[in-house]
């Protein structure tokens, strides 16, 4: 049967129930007043009559006039039409022979028969008034009595109906909300069973259904995440590089052999810990998720010798679909923790030793001969060893701008071999800025005047000193102003601007050359970079800017470049001014 042929016969029950005491109500309702109407009509007329009749005698005037004759026989007349009670008859019977006697002349006056068959008729209507009356307050009592079994036996079924019939509903409702928040668990053996062959039984049956779909999807799935997790706790195993697994709270989900060994923790203890309860007892994993510094490069004893190894952080990013409000999903992302992943990279740090330690050796190597050949080109440009013609001059100069150019890449070689094996030695001294202006203009004041470029200085006065290494902050300043030259035209003008900044001394050099493209600027000052040109100047060896930045960040400063096609360059570095020292000290 449907849903809706039984609501709608449990509605039909509970509309023939009130009707039916409605019916009862009414029918009693209609007896009571019917038993009322009867004493009313019968006995409270007859009761009329013979007061009405009782007047004209009580008026004591015989014989009766016409008038009063009238009125005593009118009434007797409905008094006669009016016989509803055993022995009225008889007293109006009585009270007719009395009254016919009253009117004859010759007949003596008995007022007292009149008085008594009055008094009978009377007495006889009070004592049915007085019957019926109680009759009535009977029906009533019955009345009140089945009304209220018929209320009583109407609010049992009716409050029976109530509580049991919504059931029929919500019952079945209740049993799928809780099969619902099962299956929610992932508990796909519930199941549902409904024997009442409507819309809820068919609803049961495909949920069943459903719930086996997804059992069984379930159970491939499962084992499928099993053999990948399996496959990916095995790869893990196998890398050669540490890695280190979290999760969201910061617990560890898993690591290598590898990284354990380094850490010297036990593999299978710490699976499931807590890492900020573990970085009180390791300090190694404190250095590797908790860095203090930028350097991603971690020296770490291992294989009994000092190991580099280069770390990496990764952060896993799931798609989120957690629902924000009742209105909207918001399908974005979110953490799901972090891998970290130590790469050895020992080998690869030797080699660059060893690269390093191979140029410093041939550089220093090679300065010698270049000195030599330096001193014998300077011989024989003098002309007491003898003259040479003018293509032997043009020779030797070509052969001493080479040279120079070799002696100021092996001095470069040298400075970058320092700073990358950790030797670079700065003599630090307090120096006025505009001291280490004036050593490198006078480095590159002969350049400048041969290519008629004018060199413009802005020096702001009582500037505070700076704590710098004088000949290798100069080198720098040498450097900007070298390229600026390079890469100015003939007759135009070159500006070094020295002013304080903050708590600095900013120096800057500014050309009017072509300038610089943006997306070679960020890799300016990297090792070897050399911006493209135009065959027009000599590149150098893409060393300079780079052992600029190593001087200047060893100095505790600063070093950057500002450029836009068509309207030159702008090299600058700050250092911390005297004040700036005597504060932070």
Known sequence: MKIKTKLRLGFGFLFIIVLSFGLIALFFVNELSDKSKVILKDNYKSLQYVAAMRTILDEGVFPLSTRQAQIFEENLKNECQNITENGEKVAYQNLALAYKKLQQPTEKIDLK??????????????????????????????????ISIAAGLSFLILFTFIVNFPGFVANPLSEFSDAIKQISRKNYKQRLHFNNQDEFTELADAFNVMVKKLNEWENSNLSKIKSEKSRIEAIIAQMQDAIIGLNEQGEVLFLNHLAAKLMSVD??????????????????????????????????????????????????VIPNYDEQDEKALTASSKSAGSVYVLKNITQFKELDEAKTNFIATVSHELKTPLSSIKMSLKLLNDHRVGSVNEEQNQLLNHIKEDSDRLLKITGELLDLSQVETGNLKLTFALTEPKEI?????????????????????????????????????????????????????????????????????????????????????????????????????????????????????????????????????????????????????
């Open 437 to 585: 202006v004036n050593y490198a203009l006078d480095a590159v004041k002969f350049q400048a005047e041969q290519k008629l470029i004018q060199l413009e200085l802005n020096c702001a006065e009582n500037l505070p000193k700076v704590n710098a290494d004088i000949q290798k902050t100069a080198w720098v300043l040498v450097n900007f102003l070298s390229n600026a030259l390079r890469y100015s035209s003939e007759k135009s003008k070159v500006v070094i601007d020295v002013f304080q900044k903050d708590n600095f001394v900013q120096f800057s050099v500014k050309d009017y050359g072509k300038g610089i493209e943006e997306k070679y600027q960020k890799r300016l000052f990297d090792r070897y970079f050399q911006v493209p040109t135009d065959g027009q100047n000599k590149s150098g060896s893409g060393l300079g800017l780079a052992i600029s930045k190593d001087f200047i960040e060893a100095e505790d400063g600063k070093i950057w470049v500002e450029s836009a096609l068509g309207e030159g360059s702008k090299f600058s570095f700050v250092l911390p001014s005297l004040a700036s020292i005597s504060a932070n000290s």
């Open 113 to 146: 028969a009149l008085r008594s068959a009055l008094q009978s008729i009377e007495e006889i209507n009070m004592k049915a008034i007085y019957d019926k009356n109680e009759l009535a307050n009977k029906t009533s009592a019955n009345a009140n009595l089945y």
């Open 267 to 316: 593999e299978e203890k710490i699976i499931g810990q807590n890492i900020t309860e573990l970085v009180k007892k390791n300090e190694l994993l404190k250095r590797i998720t908790q860095p203090e510094t930028e350097d991603k490069t971690l020296k770490i004893y291992a294989d009994e010798k000092e190991s580099y190894f280069l770390l990496e952080n990764r952060e896993i």
